[in-house]
């Protein structure tokens, strides 16, 4: 089994940061990738960004590209997404993902989901 565990969301200000951490835990031998989706209600899920966590690769999505970063401490089987000047439009239940090997956007590529953290960005 395959768990994942999101921390760090919260209500904040628009302009202000916040650091979200995903951790993973189970058989995660060959789960390279990690990637960040997020849901605001109303509205389908969409891909923020992701890591392939042998090679450092990483992709964004156009509408947080120069203001969120996400990283990965493989010793701590840990992936975050640093966000900075958070917009109201950031609002969303923010998901951490896993798959075998595949940067994708897409969410149905991705085999196991964490929870959920919300963030809160007010104007």
């Known amino acids: 089994q395959v768990q994942l565990t999101e921390s760090g969301g919260g209500l904040v200000q628009a302009g202000d940061s916040l650091r979200l951490s995903c951790a993973v835990s189970?058989?995660?031998?060959?789960?390279?990738?990690m990637a960040w989706f997020r849901q605001a209600p109303g509205k389908e899920r969409e891909f923020v960004a992701a890591?392939?966590?042998?090679?450092?690769?990483?992709n964004y999505a156009d509408s947080v590209k120069g203001r969120f970063t996400i990283s990965s401490d493989n010793h701590k089987n840990t992936v975050y997404l640093q966000m900075n000047s958070l917009k109201p439009e950031d609002t969303a239940v923010y998901y951490c993902?896993?798959?075998?090997?595949?940067?994708?956007?897409?969410?149905?590529?991705?085999?196991?989901w964490g929870q959920g953290t919300q963030v809160t960005v007010s104007s």
């Open positions: 993902a896993t798959n075998y090997g595949l940067l994708s956007t897409e969410a149905r590529r991705y085999d196991y």
């Open positions: 189970g058989r995660t031998g060959n789960l390279h990738v």
């Open positions: 890591i392939n966590r042998i090679v450092g690769r990483t």
